[in-house]
């Protein structure tokens, strides 16, 4: 869960005042979203002159302003700016708030492809196979189903293909078994969907 915005992270950006224009706020905002670092704060505390410590507060602040906005998925400026103590200064209040709308998009692209997740279906084929010849007389002429699933997998091991495939061999009751268990699992799906 993102962290609340509080009261001494709006004081921390006040020090956005001092800075020499508006592409400084704007470097400062973008670059601190990542993880704050040391160097963003000495970069920032030259730019604005100010104390590395408060600079590092600062950075830290508007790192949590901006995962804040993405994690309640705030979208519009009204939903921002609300987010903003009426004291605030009124310019820059605007102006963090363009800047957090203009980058939003990206760092929602951006956390979302750093998320973890597991592999997915990207296609399914099947055939059913009469096996003919077997060293035993009961397998002989029964049907199977070979079930063929491409995964992707987004998050590939090292060297690991993103893509692999996985064949498995079904007999008609392995087959009933799954099918029914695909259906509850649709059932509840549809369950949880309608609530």
């Known amino acids: 869960m993102a962290a609340t915005v509080s009261s001494e992270d709006f004081?921390?950006?006040?020090?956005?005042?001092?800075?020499?224009?508006?592409?400084a706020v704007r470097d400062v905002c973008v670059?601190?979203?990542?993880?704050?670092?040391?160097?963003?704060?000495?970069?920032?505390a030259a730019t604005l002159s100010?104390?590395?410590?408060?600079?590092?507060?600062?950075v830290q602040s508007l790192h949590v302003l901006s995962h804040h906005v993405l994690f309640y998925n705030l979208s519009s400026p009204?939903?921002?700016?609300?987010?903003?103590?009426?004291?605030?200064?009124?310019?820059?209040?605007?102006?963090?708030?363009k800047i957090l709308l203009e980058n939003s998009p990206t760092w929602r692209?951006?956390?979302?492809?750093?998320?973890?997740?597991?592999?997915?279906?990207?296609?399914?084929?099947?055939r059913v196979d009469m096996?003919?010849?077997?060293?035993?007389?009961s397998r002989m002429s029964v049907p199977?189903?070979?079930?063929?699933?491409?995964?992707?997998?987004?998050?590939?091991?090292?060297?690991?293909?993103?893509?692999?495939t996985?064949?498995?061999?079904?007999?008609r009751e392995s087959l009933d078994t799954i099918l029914d268990g695909l259906g509850r699992i649709r059932d509840q799906l549809s369950v949880v969907a309608g609530k």
């Not at 692209?109 to 099947?126: C, F, N, R, Y």
């Open 11 to 23: 004081t921390n950006l006040q020090l956005l005042l001092k800075a020499p224009s508006k592409d």
């Open 31 to 44: 670059q601190s979203h990542r993880a704050p670092s040391r160097w963003l704060a000495e970069t920032t």
């Open 50 to 58: 100010v104390p590395a410590a408060q600079a590092a507060q600062l």
């Open 78 to 97: 009204e939903q921002i700016l609300a987010l903003f103590p009426d004291s605030f200064h009124s310019s820059l209040k605007n102006l963090i708030t």
């Open 109 to 126: 692209t951006e956390a979302v492809g750093d998320q973890i997740s597991l592999p997915q279906l990207k296609e399914l084929d099947w």
């Open 131 to 137: 096996v003919t010849g077997s060293d035993s007389v």
């Open 144 to 164: 199977t189903c070979l079930v063929q699933l491409k995964m992707e997998d987004p998050c590939p091991s090292a060297g690991g293909e993103s893509v692999s």
């Open 166 to 171: 996985v064949t498995v061999e079904l007999s």
